[in-house]
């Protein structure tokens, strides 16, 4: 198991960003996290398989349709306590 926290910076918030991460991590069976940032940028915390976290940071690094992805930032972090995937509230 591992758990990521990426910060993706580009034209990405106001694009259904989060929605979009929701939806892949679900998808991925992944357990954590996604909001929007003061800075413009979207922070996901994701937790689960290391393959699935991987290809999830490999889905970020594209985003969806309307994002444009400069970077992505990523460290190993602690596990959400929480199970499933969530929308957060804006920092």
């Not at 991925?28 to 922070?43: A, Y």
């Not at 985003?63 to 602690?78: L, T």
């Given at each position: 198991m591992k758990a990521r926290r990426m910060v993706?910076?580009?034209q990405v918030q106001g694009v259904g960003f989060r929605w979009w991460a929701a939806r892949q991590a679900s998808s991925?069976?992944?357990?954590?996290?996604?909001?929007?940032?003061?800075?413009?940028?979207?922070?996901i915390v994701a937790s689960g398989q290391d393959s699935s976290v991987e290809q999830m940071a490999a889905l970020c690094r594209e985003?969806?349709?309307?994002?444009?992805?400069?970077?992505?930032?990523?460290?190993?972090?602690?596990a959400p306590d929480e199970k499933g995937f969530r929308i957060a509230r804006n920092s």
């Open positions: 993706i910076k580009g991925l069976g992944l357990d954590g996290s996604v909001r929007n940032m003061p800075d413009g940028s979207v922070e985003g969806p349709a309307g994002a444009h992805v400069i970077a992505v930032e990523s460290e190993v972090c602690q």
